[in-house]
């Protein structure tokens, strides 16, 4: 199959004579269209199906009589042994009931003698086997740059009819502009950017925020993904220089993507940060979507699972579409041992089906997402993951040196109303050693509560008590931590 031209594809699974075929789509109206294009290039006559208006020939505004049951419809295409194309809007619903989907078997199978052939449209249609065996699938891309950058002419043409209308765009906002368009439909696109203009009479910039708020109402009707706020930047996050510098070379992507293709790039795929757990990785994760002016979604692999057979691979086939949706994005999954640790029988092989679903569209997605993954404990990551291709670099984050705790101390002090230049920065260097930034933040915060319950100002003597008050990770776990970095060294990427 083609990647370019599901038209083709069509077409040459009904010369195949596929007796059923499904139009993987989100928009109907592209499909009905797509469909009265093939069957016209195949000499076939088009009939539609619907609950509300039957069985009627495509131009014809008279139905069947009484097909408006699914049952007569489908007893008449059965009976009728016409060669054509038979497009059945609502499958989903005939799907789930079972001498339905016998009789739907019987004309698929009939199909296959001679030309025509049944056709549904869907995003998450679940086909029974018995019908799985007998379809071919065609897939209908969302709308490229290209359909939604004329989209934006038609309509502003059509507006300035009936009222003024300015652009106020540079051309670099046009083309974040038509980024964060990508994934909708152009019957959604239409409809927000119309909004947007008809609201001050202008496309501005700041429109730009009216689409992304609809992306993220999209995210929330799924229910699988987070969209989640964002307020870190890359200036937020201590040290991680090689980290920091890896993802610089790629702005220049994210920025001018048209001519970063031209040059042969394809967008990154995303990077897996292993490590010392309160050392910036999930932080880090958050400021890549800042810094790239990227919509944020979290996957909780706890909404996946489901008790239900199938639910929880359709939850997720549910998260990656809307993920897609809202491409390009930055996709973060935090601990990721934790969702596919146990990918075994003691599930019922639920993980395992899960596992291999996530590693598939991880490995073959087309979509502008770039996954940020997290694991404390690589050790009990699946080895699938840690080959290449799944993520574009896996970082090993380890605990910051002198010169990362002192501007991790001088941020959290900041972030606090503190001057850090009022404490002995050095001491607390000092006395620190081999805490996370997360252990320092909390020292610090620790420090802030003894200062307020006594009524007095926090200084360097009360930091280093709560400081010495604690004990670290690196202390509590630390032939742990030695373990994980014997195993980072020389598989992975130095972060700090």
């Not at 609502?90 to 001498?99: F, I, R, T, V």
């Not at 987070?226 to 920091?244: H, S």
């Not at 019922?348 to 404390?376: H, I, K, P, Y």
């Amino acid at each position: 199959m083609t990647k370019n031209d599901p038209l083709h594809d069509l077409e040459l699974l009904i010369r195949s004579r596929y007796g059923l075929i499904v139009i993987e789509t989100a928009e109907d109206d592209r499909a009905e269209t797509m469909l009265r294009l093939a069957a016209d290039h195949v000499s076939l006559p088009f009939f539609l199906w619907s609950r509300t208006r039957g069985l009627r020939r495509d131009g014809s505004a008279n139905a069947v009589y009484g097909t408006t049951d699914h049952g007569q419809a489908l007893s008449h295409i059965h009976s009728a042994r016409l060669d054509a194309l038979y497009y059945l809007a609502g499958a989903q619903n005939l799907l789930s009931d079972g001498p339905t989907v016998d009789v739907l078997r019987e004309i698929a199978t009939g199909l296959t003698q001679r030309s025509g052939a049944l056709i549904f449209a869907g995003q998450t249609l679940d086909l029974p086997e018995s019908l799985r065996r007998l379809a071919a699938t065609v897939k209908i891309p969302p709308p490229s740059t290209a359909e939604h950058r004329k989209l934006i002419d038609e309509l502003v043409r059509d507006l300035r009819q009936r009222m003024q209308v300015s652009i106020d765009l540079p051309e670099s906002e046009i083309a974040r502009l038509l980024a964060n368009l990508q994934g909708l439909t152009m019957i959604e696109a239409e409809k927000i950017l119309t909004r947007a203009i008809v609201e001050d009479g202008k496309l501005t910039p700041e429109d730009i925020a009216h689409v992304i708020k609809y992306k993220k109402e999209i995210v929330e009707r799924e229910g699988v993904l987070e969209y989640y706020p964002v307020e870190e930047t890359m200036d937020q996050v201590a040290d991680l220089a090689g980290l920091k510098a890896w993802l610089a070379k790629r702005t220049s992507f994210i920025t001018s993507p048209e001519r970063a293709a031209d040059f042969g790039l394809s967008f990154p795929k995303g990077v897996l940060l292993v490590g010392v757990p309160g050392c910036g990785k999930s932080l880090c994760a958050k400021a890549v979507a800042m810094e790239w002016r990227l919509p944020l979604l979290k996957l909780d692999p706890g909404r996946l699972y489901n008790k239900y057979m199938g639910e929880s691979e359709r939850n997720f086939r549910r998260a990656m579409q809307a993920a897609e949706r809202l491409a390009p994005c930055v996709l973060f999954i935090d601990e990721l041992e934790k969702a596919f640790a146990s990918a075994g029988s003691e599930d019922g092989g639920v993980s395992q089906r899960v596992l291999g679903t996530f590693l598939s569209w991880m490995q073959d997605r087309t979509a502008d997402v770039f996954t940020v993954a997290t694991a404390n404990d690589v050790s009990r990551l699946p080895p699938e993951f840690l080959r290449k291709g799944r993520f574009d670099e896996i970082f090993f984050v380890d605990l910051p040196n002198a010169d990362a705790r002192r501007a991790i101390l001088s941020i959290h002090l900041g972030k606090r109303g503190q001057d850090p230049d009022a404490f002995d920065t050095a001491a607390l260097v000092a006395a620190t050693d081999g805490f996370s930034g997360a252990e320092i933040e909390q020292a610090i915060v620790a420090a802030l509560y003894t200062a307020f319950a006594g009524s007095a100002a926090i200084d360097t003597g009360l930091m280093v008590a709560e400081i010495e008050a604690t004990r670290p990770l690196s202390e509590v776990m630390a032939e742990r931590i030695a373990a994980l970095r014997q195993w980072a060294h020389g598989r992975t990427v130095i972060a700090n």
